[in-house]
């Protein structure tokens, strides 16, 4: 009864236009990896409550960085690049990696404000386990093994 009320209220909190963004994947997977990670942690509801808007802003500050890090080499290919072009490449990848680690170290100390050490420890397992579920799926639907809840096809 606990794990339904937090899901619900991660739901609620998460997504207030929900209907509005019916169609755009990238919420509706963010709003499941939400979800996932209150179940998984065992959030209470107080907890999922201050839990999901600093994970929101973290989230929100790790794709940008990335997305920065990204569109920089968007256009090239690096099979073909020049010896500059890659040494660039592999630098601004070190950065890219700086950056992430120094918004974790920020974010841990919001997040220990609302979560346990332990909780907060078990948040980077459970992250992982939810992209190689999601990429196992993709993999899945890809293949055309799975309806779009992840489920066989008979």
Do not use: C, W
Not at 101 to 106: A, E, G, L, P, Y
């Amino acid at each position: 009864m606990k794990n339904i009320l937090t899901i619900v209220l991660v739901f609620l909190v998460t997504i207030p236009n929900g209907f509005a963004q019916r169609g755009r994947p990238m919420e509706r997977i963010h709003a499941a990896k939400v979800a996932y990670l209150t179940d998984r942690l065992h959030l209470t509801g107080d907890q999922a409550a201050a839990f999901v808007p600093v994970y929101n802003e973290y989230e929100a500050e790790i794709r940008a960085t990335r997305k920065s890090y990204l569109l920089k080499f968007r256009d090239k290919n690096l099979q073909d690049a020049d010896n500059a072009t890659a040494r660039q490449y592999v630098d601004d990848n070190l950065d890219y990696q700086e950056k992430v680690i120094d918004t974790k170290r920020k974010y841990n100390d919001r997040f220990l404000k609302v979560i346990s050490a332990q909780q907060l420890a078990e948040l980077y397992v459970a992250e992982r386990e939810f992209k190689q579920m999601l990429k196992k799926r993709l993999e899945q639907r890809r293949e055309g093994g799975a309806d779009r809840f992840g489920r066989g096809r008979e």
